[in-house]
């Protein structure tokens, strides 16, 4: 169950990989801004109220050259050592974060990674031949199962720069994340509403169908983190059959009629037609012709954005399943024939849904989260850019 920074996996690394192309994906250009720094400050404030110390990480892809490493607190990379198997210790990464109530300004340079943050002890990060291997909860042996931690993503590069709160893997400890621009003003999201943490973990409880189950605890009984479903599914917490009915229902719904797809908000002419017959969901384009099927998902595909709904980064069927996966965990293909949907009236509300990112949304501040890797068909995602960023923010917040 190791997870490096390659593997499709991981899933919180694809929502980068979909923002680093979704300028490609929507069909759109954007002007390379030369006067973007080589790295660019990042204010981490610590709101938790939490009195452990914080130890922040800044690791990912240096996109100049293609190395995996870290940044120290300066912004200087620094390129992973090479690993092994079994996996060897990675140089200590860490650097101490600010106390509680204070604020501390680190340097980031222009990554596609993640910064992570962690309560009362540092992470064990671990390399192998295929490179860093990424904290892995679900697997109750990895050494940061007992760690109350989270990270943001960014990409940062001479476009501007794109950061989000996810919580693709795990929902955990509370932050919000913003951006300065350059005439002064500011830009956030991720901020829960008061009393949304506790908010989410007791609608979670309240859940029938095991996804109380989701939920991750010490063995004092401190909360630590909720699994996304996906690995609710892997480790037996979900019913591998949680999505079926809804599935079904689907597959039976387009056996007589037909799902529009429209996938890119600027080229309405642009419309895929989707069929099932058996098993398979064909797509058609407006000339008759099958553009790309689809075999009937199964619960970990809907959750994942995966599988049999894979996602390639082309200009196909990349994006009719960016669209179907976005419906299916909204569950709102019955309901709109036409995706994807315009509003969020009609999200989650069938009985058989993603509860996990109905619930997230439900106590976000501002009602857009991370809560599946395309989370962002209809732009309901938790991410912030800015073309000349002058400052990045990381706000740790209360666990309340």
């Not at 699994?227 to 591998?240: K, M, Q, V």
């Not at 797809?261 to 600027?266: L, Q």
């Not at 501040?365 to 990381?394: C, I, M, N, T």
Request: hydrophobic letters at 35%; one cysteine or more.
């Amino acid at each position: 169950m190791l997870r490096t920074l390659h593997r499709r996996a991981l899933a919180g690394l694809t929502v980068l990989m979909v923002m680093a192309t979704s300028l490609l994906v929507s069909g759109a250009a954007a002007p390379a801004q030369a006067a973007v720094p080589a790295t660019v400050p990042l204010k981490i404030t610590n709101n938790s109220g939490r009195g452990e110390p914080v130890y922040v990480y800044t690791v990912g892809t240096l996109l100049s050259t293609g190395q995996q490493g870290w940044a120290d607190a300066n912004g200087t990379f620094h390129a992973w050592p090479a690993g092994g198997n079994p996996p060897t210790p990675a140089p200590d990464a860490s650097i101490p974060g600010p106390p509680a109530g204070q604020s501390k300004t680190i340097r980031i340079p222009k990554l596609s990674g993640r910064i992570y943050f962690s309560y009362g002890q540092k992470l064990v990060f671990k390399l192998t031949t295929g490179g860093l291997v990424q904290p892995a909860v679900q697997n109750p042996s990895d050494p940061n199962r007992n760690i109350l931690f989270n990270w943001s993503e960014y990409t940062l590069n001479d476009s501007g720069m794109w950061f989000n709160s996810t919580q693709v893997d795990m929902f955990s400890a509370p932050y919000a994340v913003g951006l300065q621009r350059a005439d002064g003003s500011t830009v956030s999201t991720g901020r829960l509403k008061p009393g949304g943490y506790n908010g989410f973990f007791n609608a979670l409880r309240g859940q029938p169908g095991g996804w109380a189950n989701l939920i991750q605890t010490r063995p004092d009984g401190t909360v630590l983190r909720a699994l996304s479903p996906l690995y609710g599914l892997e480790t037996g917490a979900l019913p591998a059959t949680v999505m079926d009915d809804y599935i079904n229902r689907v597959w039976r719904k387009y056996a007589t009629s037909t799902l529009t797809v429209t996938p890119f908000a600027d080229q309405p002419s642009t419309k895929y037609y989707g069929r099932v017959s058996g098993d398979v969901m064909h797509f058609t384009n407006s000339a008759g012709t099958v553009v790309t099927s689809f075999q009937k998902p199964d619960s970990a595909s809907v959750f994942g954005c995966y599988k049999r709904l894979d996602a390639p980064n082309d200009l196909v069927r990349g994006p009719i399943s960016r669209t179907l996966c976005a419906g299916f965990n909204r569950s709102t293909l019955l309901v709109n024939p036409n995706q994807p949907d315009s509003g969020s009236a009609a999200f989650y509300q069938d009985v058989v849904t993603n509860h996990y990112a109905r619930k997230i949304h439900a106590q976000m501040a501002d009602g857009k989260a991370y809560a599946f890797a395309f989370d962002d068909v209809g732009h309901h995602e938790s991410l912030v850019h800015d073309a000349d960023p002058r400052q990045a923010y990381l706000t740790l917040d209360p666990f309340n």
